[in-house]
Structure formats: C-alpha cells, structure tokens
C-alpha cells in the first residue's frame, strides 16, 4: 500500500504502519529504514517525523553510534524548530531534551580548557567557551519545558561557579613577593566576583520557578548550592528530632536512654554500619520495642533514603505508640521532599495544632513557607513562634528573621 498508487495519505499511514509491524514482529534494526525513508517522504507529517527522529535516535543510542546519534538529534532540533505552528507539548519535550544533550558538547569543551600563564592568553579561549555553553544551554532553556528548562538553568549557574572559582585559583606567575601574590590574589577574586554573583543569580531564577508550581529535581539541587552559596536566605534545614527526649515515654529506663544516646550519635554522623550495630545492641535489650521504626526512619531522613523513610514511618503508624502529631510531623518532612508542599503544609499544621509546644513543627513549618511556598508574612510567624519554645538556635533564627523583614520592607516600597 506505501507503494502503489492512491491517495499520499493511505501510503503515508500505510508506511508508518509497516514500520510499526516491523518493528513489533523483527526489532528495530529491521525497521530502521523504514523510519528513515517516512522522514524522507513525508516531512509534511510533523507529528510524526518528530516520533520517527526519536526512534532513530534511540536506537542510535541503544547500538553505541555516537555520530549518528549526536547527527540525528541535530536534525530533530532542526525541524522541529523550522516549523514552529506545527509544535505540540510532545515535539517541544523531545526537541528540549535533544537540546539539552547536545548542549553537552560545548559544556565538555569549556571544561577541556584550563586557565594558564600567561592568564591574558589562556583566558580570553576559556572564556569563549564558557559563553558558548551558555548559548546552548539557554537554547535549551527557550523550550520553557520544565524537567529541561530548570536542569539547563542549574547547569548554567555550575558553570559560572566552576569559572569563578578558576579564575580565582589560577596560577600565580613567578617571582612575585608574598606582598605582591596577595594583590595578585585579590585581582583575581575582585575578577571572579562577578560570575559569583552570576551563579547565585542563576540558581535564584531556579528557586523562584517555584512560584510557578515548578518543582524539580534541578530546581532542589540550585536549592541545595544556595544552602551555601547564600545561606543567610537559603541556609535552612528541616530540623529533625536527634535527640533522646521525645523517645522516653517509649523507652523509659535509663540505661536504654543511654543507649538511644549513641544511637543518636550515629544517625547524626550518618554513619549507616555503627548505626546499625548499634540499634542490633538496643533491640537485644529491648525486644520488641517500638523505638526501631522511630530510629529507622531518622537515620532514613538524616540520610536521604525517601523509601525507606516511608516504610519506617508506616511501621511507626501500625505500632500506635506514638502521638497523631508525631505522625504528621514525620509525613510532612517526606511530603516536601517529595514536593508534595501543600500536603506538608497541612501536615505541619496538624502536629502543632494537636501539639502547641511542638518547636521543630514550627521551624520546619516556616522553611517550607520560606523556601518552597514563598509566603514570606507566614514563614515570619512560626519562625517567632519556634524562637518563643526554643532559643537554642536563636542566632540563626533571627538572622533569617531579619532577612524576611527586609524583603518584605523591600516588596513594600516597590509596590
């Protein structure tokens, strides 16, 4: 039917069909030219020539062709881009995501490029490339295709980091006094500060998609380098319980407090195989009991390992030997992490209302509403709140305290 005369669309469905049965019944090596002569004779058929680059470059993938695969993504870019009233939400992801691997390529080549003496001949070369790699990323960026778009933004924030932080540690030329090395020194980082500044920048534009319901795993990772890069607005961690007390009426003898002690000490340090000798040496004293799963899931936490937090979580909730507000506080701190931020809100606020001196609730409660749901009046009030049960951390609190204000004294004088 693709052959014989008729109507042009009977031939064109009836090649994309033989490919398709191809495919099914032989394996894609046997369709392959198939795909390749639909995207020769019917390139009005966008949809479906888009679908066809994909395979091809999937299976380019598969078979380790790395000059066709890189040449066929090449091409998706292209056509896709040539027709841009034909674009769907499905030819804009795979031509985003094409982007996004192409631009690796440049991003390889700004890496391949140290900075070296003498600094006025290696620099201008290095910072081509860095300009180049930008371009392409911020191609990729123009998708407005999210999972792309923001992992393409902290990409582009990591290389501006990586030149500051080159320049500031190029070499040093020869016979200069110590004097001299320290101006030297300071040139540089007086000369790095401004991409510095551009990284934090960049990630910043990351954070904020959050005011758009834009979550990532792109989006937490520039979250994670502000934690240091800009810590006084973003150096905030949910606090966890490591601490023995909220376990007593769980364990309420002393020498099993003592033990929960060292347990803890573990699950600060993270380490996975102490914590676990140390737990076997707990339940050998205390069969049975339901401090297991509340440990578990703290190290689970401390450590990152969403899953296992869960099942430790869903085992503490079966045992019913701990508070309703306990529960809510533990499934709030997985349902941020999982960005789930209005659940965790409500979780939140459920362990304060069944527990008003609950304190990390309330720190935990204003970081969420600091960071993820940008209400900033909010995130003001529980950390007021957490300061008035808790004054441990209270040099930290009232930094971010001071912060909040000034950006709310700033977003009123704009307005």
């Known amino acids: 039917l693709s052959k014989q005369g008729g109507e042009p669309d009977v031939r064109q469905n009836a090649l994309w069909k033989a490919a398709e049965l191809l495919r099914e019944k032989n394996g894609l090596d046997h369709a392959v030219p198939l795909y390749r002569q639909f995207i020769k004779t019917y390139p009005e058929a966008f949809e479906l020539v888009v679908e066809a680059y994909q395979i091809l470059i999937d299976h380019a993938r598969k078979i380790s062709d790395t000059a066709g695969y890189h ?27 094409a982007s996004l691997v192409l631009s690796e390529e440049a991003i390889t080549g700004y890496h391949k490029i140290r900075l070296s003496l003498p600094l006025q001949k290696s620099l201008p070369g290095k910072r081509a490339a860095l300009e180049k790699a930008i371009g392409a990323l911020n191609a990729v960026v123009s ?36 004097i001299e090395q320290d101006q030297y020194r300071q040139i540089l980082s007086s000369q790095a500060k401004p991409f510095m500044i551009q990284a934090i920048s960049t990630h ?5 998609r959050l005011r758009d319901g834009v979550y990532t795993p792109a989006v937490q990772n520039s979250l994670d380098q502000l934690f240091s890069l800009y810590p006084v607005r973003y150096g905030k961690r949910e606090k ?73 979580l869903k085992s503490m909730s079966k045992s019913k030997a701990y508070p309703s507000a306990r529960i809510a506080f533990f499934t ?10 209005k659940e965790a809100e409500r979780n939140y606020i459920q362990a304060i209302q069944e527990d008003d001196g609950f304190a990390e609730a309330y720190l935990n409660l204003g970081i969420l509403y ?25 040099p930290s609190v009232e930094i971010w305290i001071r912060d909040i204000r000034q950006q709310l004294a700033t977003l009123d004088k704009n307005v």
Do not use: C
Not at 162 to 177: C, W
Not at 204 to 208: D, R
Not at 252 to 258: F, K, L, R, V
């Open 204 to 208: 910043i534009i990351n954070a904020e």
């Open 370 to 394: 600091d960071l993820y749901l940008l209400d900033h009046k909010k995130a003001l009030q529980q950390y007021q709140k957490y300061l008035s049960f808790n004054d441990s951390d209270s």
């Open 240 to 312: 966890l319980p490591l601490n023995r007390a909220w376990l007593k009426d769980i364990v309420p003898d002393m020498a099993g407090q003592e033990s929960l002690s060292k347990i803890m000490q573990w699950i600060r340090k993270g380490d996975h195989k102490k914590f676990a000798q140390a737990l076997e040496n707990f339940m050998q004293t205390h069969p049975g009991s339901p401090a297991k799963s509340a440990l578990e899931l703290l190290f689970s936490l401390q450590k990152g390992l969403t899953s296992e937090a869960e099942s430790a």
């Open 143 to 178: 998708y407005a295709e999210a999972d792309t778009a923001t992992e393409a933004t902290y990409r582009m924030a990591e290389l501006y980091h990586d030149f500051a932080d080159q320049l500031r540690n190029s070499p040093i030329p020869s016979g200069l006094s110590n």
């Open 71 to 97: 040449d066929l993504l090449q091409k998706l870019v292209d056509f896709e881009k040539r027709q841009p009233m034909k674009r769907t939400e499905r030819t804009r992801l795979l031509a985003a995501r």
């Open 332 to 341: 709030a701190i997985l349902d941020r992490r999982k960005g789930l931020f």
